[in-house]
């Protein structure tokens, strides 16, 4: 979509959403306008607007889809005809059938996204030398979550603007030609010390008791205090 064309289908939500563009101001629109530019870059405007038509005769509610809803609505009209989980895996148990000695043959017959859900001929191969009760219980139910998880991941590739895709290939590409992992520890901030230095900073130092200094009594004091004494053990007998 261009610039043309995203203001036309915006105002078509305009019209059929005014109140939730009554307040815009002209900056607002203008950073409206460019949002769309970016996030339908590359899209089909034709397609696009299909999708808005069809959330407006559908919407009951009186605000304007987000750019999320609407690429949602894009994604549900290209993938109507799209298998199921259990639709993909009948399509996998038929090919283990002959699997066991025709696994290439059988593995290029499956369409793309089973395809990464199986894994690859061998994969395949193994399944069919497995026992039918095996294969259509522990097998099928983990294929079957495999294949959502790449259906899912396959929408979030679709519904992501063109230079988030770019942006994220060259990343891929980096660490590819790099050979370097990523590092969790590397993506993540260090840890603020400030604060407990600052704390540590701030305590008082332990006051250290004070020890009085020894005196020796005098001799005629402890003349007076070994004679009272003396008195004490004379008196207790």
Request: proline fraction near 7%; aromatic fraction near 6%; glycine fraction near 4%.
């Amino acid at each position: 979509m261009n610039r043309k064309e995203v203001l036309q289908t915006l105002s078509i939500l305009k019209a059929a959403y005014p109140h939730s563009y009554k307040d815009m101001t002209k900056a607002d629109g203008e950073a409206l306008v460019n949002l769309w530019e970016r996030q339908f870059a590359g899209e089909d405007p034709v397609a696009v607007g299909a999708a808005v038509e069809a959330m407006i005769s559908t919407r009951t509610t009186g605000f304007s889809p987000t750019i999320g809803e609407i690429k949602e609505q894009l994604h549900r009209i290209r993938t109507v005809n799209a298998l199921t989980d259990a639709q993909a895996w009948a399509l996998v148990e038929k090919a283990c059938r002959r699997g066991l000695y025709n696994a290439k043959e059988e593995f290029e017959k499956l369409p793309a996204d089973v395809q990464a859900a199986v894994g690859g001929p061998e994969q395949l191969k193994a399944w069919a030398a497995m026992d039918s009760d095996t294969v259509n219980s522990v097998v099928a139910s983990n294929f079957r979550k495999t294949y959502r998880a790449v259906k899912a991941r396959e929408k979030e590739n679709a519904l992501m603007p063109p230079e988030i895709k770019a942006i994220l290939s060259g990343v891929a590409d980096t660490l590819k030609i790099s050979g370097k992992k990523p590092n969790r520890t590397e993506t993540l901030p260090p840890p603020r010390l400030e604060p407990m230095i600052i704390a540590k900073s701030e305590q008082k130092p332990t006051e250290t008791p004070h020890r009085q200094k020894y005196e020796p009594p005098s001799s005629d004091e402890w003349e007076r205090k070994r004679e009272a004494a003396m008195r004490r053990m004379q008196e207790g007998k």
